[in-house]
C-alpha cells in the first residue's frame, strides 16, 4: 500500500462505501437460464412414448442444474462492502445474501492486497480454505485482507481497496466503545 503523508489526518467518511462487480457471470447465469428452458422445453414438448421415467429425470435434472448455476451465479455478481464507525458489513449479489457482519472490535488489522484471484481461492464466491481463511472473491484485482483477533483472516474483492484499508486503520486507531481484546 503506498504510505501517503496525510493519512493520519485525513478525514473520512462516517460510512465508507465500496463494491467489486463480475461482467463474466453474466454469461454463466446466462447458461443457467437456457439450461432452464431446455427443461421447460422437455417437459412441454416431449414426444417421448416409451416411458415417463426417464422424462422426468431429464426435466428435473435440467432444471435443477439451471437454477443451482442460474442463483449461484447472481449471487455473486457483485460484493458490497459497507464500513461504518462500528462495523464491516459485506453483502452479496442482488438480495445481499450471504452477508456478514464483523465488528471493528474484533479486527486486529487490514492489508491491501493488490492481486486477489478466484484461482487462489478455488473459484468465485464465499469461499474458506483453512491455510488461507475466509473470503468472498467476485473478481481478480485489489481487495482488503482483515486480519481478526482470533487469527483468521477475511479477504474482501473490492475496488479501491486502498482507501477501504485506510479508513479501516484509521477507525482501528480511533477505537471502539466496546473493544476487549
Not at 103 to 108: G, K, M, N, R, T
Request: proline residues 5%; positive net charge.
Amino acid at each position: 500500500m503506498r504510505d501517503q503523508p496525510h493519512e493520519e489526518t485525513a478525514r473520512h467518511p462516517d460510512v465508507w462505501h465500496g463494491r467489486a462487480t463480475n461482467r463474466f457471470q453474466w454469461l454463466l447465469a446466462l447458461g443457467g437460464a437456457a439450461c432452464m428452458a431446455l427443461g421447460i422445453e422437455l417437459a412441454v414438448q416431449s414426444a417421448w412414448t416409451s416411458s415417463i421415467a426417464p422424462l422426468a429425470m431429464a426435466v428435473i435434472g435440467c432444471i435443477a442444474a439451471g437454477m443451482l448455476v442460474l442463483f449461484g451465479t447472481l449471487a455473486f455478481v457483485h460484493v458490497d462492502l459497507k464500513l461504518d464507525k462500528e462495523s464491516l458489513e459485506v453483502r452479496c449479489g442482488h438480495i445481499g445474501v450471504p452477508r456478514r457482519r464483523i465488528p471493528l472490535s474484533h479486527v486486529a488489522g487490514a492489508d491491501f492486497e493488490p492481486h486477489v484471484t478466484p484461482r487462489h481461492w478455488g473459484g468465485w464466491g464465499y469461499r474458506w480454505r483453512p491455510e488461507k481463511g475466509t473470503a468472498v472473491v467476485v473478481r481478480r484485482g485489489e481487495g482488503v485482507v482483515l486480519r481478526l483477533w482470533d487469527g483468521h483472516t477475511f479477504t474482501i474483492t473490492v475496488d479501491d481497496a486502498e482507501s477501504a484499508v485506510r479508513v479501516i486503520r484509521a477507525r482501528l486507531r480511533q477505537g471502539t466503545p466496546d473493544a476487549t481484546h
